[in-house]
C-alpha cells in the first residue's frame, strides 16, 4: 500500500504559506502615506512607476493589484537580550519605523538629482503584516524564496545601513552605485560596476521575474511583454 504523508498544520511550508496569504490579504497603501502602528512583522514594497529599468515590473502591478514585490522585508527583532518574548505581541512601532527608513531612502533619492536611474516616492505601494516575533523570520524567508524580489537578490544593498566604524573604506552597493542619493553611501568610494550595468543587468532580472510571476500566478502579462497578434504583415508584391 502507498504511504501518504498526512497533513502537518505546523509544517514550515504550510506555516510559511499562510503567513505570505495573510499579508496579500493585507490592504495596500501607498509607501508615502504610512501611518505609525504598534507590533512587530514583515512588509513588501511594490514598484508601479514607469521608470526604466523596473518599467515591465511596474505595468505588471499596475494591471494586477500589486502582485510583485520588489523588495520584502521585516522589522528588526529586538532580540532576547532587551526581554521580549517571541509570543508576546509587541508594543513598539517596529514595523512602522523600519518602513519609514525606506521611505527615507527613496526620498533621498527622489530629491538627489544626482541619481543615475531615479526614483519617485509616490511609485511605491506597501502591504505590512503585524505577527508575533516567532513567525517573523519565517514569514520574510517564505515572501523571498516564492519569488526573489529584484531588491532582494539581483540587485543589492536597499536594506542596508550606514556602515559602522571601521567600514567607511567599503564601496557603495549596487543599488546605491544605481540609485545615488542617500548621504552615507554618497562617502563611499563607488561600485566596481558602472550604473548603466547595473541598470541593464536589473532590466533583464525584472523582465524574468514578471514573465515567472505571469506564469506561476496565472496572470496576464503586461502589453509590452505579451506576444503579438496581429497577423503578418503579407508580402508586397
Not at 496579500?24 to 512583522?41: I, N
Not at 528588526?76 to 519609514?100: C, H, M, N, Y
Not at 544626482?114 to 520574510?140: G, N, Q, S, Y
Request: charged letters at 20%; hydrophobic letters at 40%.
Amino acid at each position: 500500500m502507498t504511504q501518504i504523508d498526512p497533513y502537518n498544520p505546523l509544517d514550515l511550508e504550510a506555516l510559511g504559506g499562510s503567513l505570505i496569504r495573510a499579508m496579500e490579504r493585507r490592504p495596500l497603501g501607498l509607501l508615502r502615506a504610512t501611518k505609525t502602528f504598534p507590533g512587530s512583522g514583515i512588509y513588501a514594497l511594490y514598484y508601479i512607476g514607469t521608470q526604466h529599468p523596473y518599467s515591465e515590473l511596474g505595468e505588471f502591478n499596475r494591471l494586477n493589484d500589486c502582485r510583485l514585490p520588489i523588495y520584502v522585508g521585516r522589522a528588526k527583532d529586538p532580540g532576547a537580550r532587551r526581554g521580549i518574548s517571541p509570543f508576546e505581541p509587541v508594543s513598539a512601532p517596529l514595523l512602522f519605523e523600519r518602513v519609514q527608513e525606506h521611505k527615507r531612502s527613496i526620498r533621498m533619492v527622489e530629491t538627489s538629482g544626482t541619481a543615475h536611474i531615479p526614483l519617485k516616492l509616490d511609485d511605491f505601494m506597501a502591504r505590512m503584516l503585524v505577527c508575533l516575533p516567532l513567525w517573523v523570520p519565517l514569514a520574510e524567508a517564505m515572501a523571498i524564496r516564492s519569488d526573489p524580489p529584484l531588491w532582494n537578490s539581483s540587485l543589492s544593498g536597499f536594506g542596508i545601513h550606514a556602515p559602522g566604524s571601521g567600514r567607511e573604506e567599503q564601496r557603495r552597493s549596487q543599488w546605491d552605485q544605481m540609485h545615488a542619493g542617500r548621504r552615507f553611501a554618497s562617502r563611499l568610494p563607488e561600485n566596481s560596476q558602472p550604473a548603466a550595468a547595473l541598470a541593464e543587468q536589473t532590466h533583464v532580472a525584472a523582465v524574468e521575474r514578471v514573465r515567472s510571476a505571469a506564469a506561476r500566478l496565472a496572470l496576464p502579462l503586461p502589453p509590452s511583454l505579451a506576444p503579438s497578434t496581429r497577423a503578418p504583415t503579407p508580402p508586397q508584391p
